[in-house]
């Protein structure tokens, strides 16, 4: 493993520009289970039943009993390995962060580059005027939140119900996350792939794309990703792998 962090390090120091692609592997130390796990919020709802646009638009009480369970799994803080790619940022050595987790965890660590690729539940939005509103506001308002903006003529609050502003299985990726996650690949000639299977279309094309422009993969997963076809694969939990890699390239420099 040293030898291979050493190589990693060296890489990483050598790269003209770096970016990471994480999912959500990287927040189970932070105590968000992966809701695709045996212990995952999908193995107590359907997503075909609660997490789809159209199960919210026919009822979104229902689905606002699965948004609620959400929300306070969300509810918690950044871990050593978030705030390791903050630094790395803050020194010039990592670009950005395209991010498939809705936990705004990167962003509270410090990370200022940083693509939402399916979304945030750190607003809401109404589907009906279309009004935005922070997550802290939300948090107090009785459930499921609905919208308080003043119709036209005195009619009174809008009073739809509040959508976070994550993407639903049958929703499209916007077309900013889209586009800001192409910005931000092009040119890159590494890219860091941490706690994400590469599973999920088209987040999956990200780390095949910069190897495409000539570029290196590394990843940091509990066990490696076949699929992927890493030039490195550090296996281990992310924050300690991060943190260590961090690290290395540090004691290299000095």
Not at 105 to 116: D, I, T, Y
């Amino acid at each position: 493993m040293d030898q291979l962090l050493n190589q990693a390090a060296q890489w990483m120091r050598e790269a003209n520009k770096i970016i990471a692609l994480t999912g959500a592997g990287v927040s189970t130390e932070s105590g968000i289970p992966d809701f695709r796990s045996a212990n995952g919020l999908w193995a107590k709802y359907n997503p075909a039943e609660y997490a789809t646009l159209g199960a919210f638009r026919a009822n979104p009480v229902k689905v606002w009993g699965m948004l609620s369970e959400m929300e306070e799994v969300l509810r918690t803080e950044p871990n050593v390995g978030h705030r390791a790619m903050a630094d790395m940022e803050a020194e010039g050595l990592l670009h950005g962060i395209i991010t498939q987790n809705i936990d705004g965890l990167h962003q509270e660590a410090g990370s200022k580059e940083v693509v939402e690729f399916h979304g945030s539940s750190r607003t809401f939005s109404c589907l009906q005027c279309g009004t935005s509103y922070p997550r802290e506001k939300v948090i107090s308002m009785e459930r499921p939140p609905l919208c308080t903006k003043q119709t036209p003529m005195g009619g009174g609050a809008c009073d739809t119900i509040l959508k976070p502003d994550f993407v639903f299985f049958d929703e499209m990726i916007p077309m900013s996350a889209i586009a800001g996650a192409a910005k931000m690949t092009e040119k890159a000639d590494l890219i860091l792939v941490a706690g994400t299977s590469c599973e999920v279309y088209p987040a999956s094309e990200i780390p095949q794309q910069v190897r495409a422009q000539g570029g290196r993969i590394i990843e940091i997963n509990l066990e490696p990703v076949p699929e992927l076809r890493a030039d490195i694969s550090l296996v281990g939990k992310f924050s300690k792998m991060v943190t260590t890699l961090h690290s290395t390239i540090q004691n290299a420099r000095s």
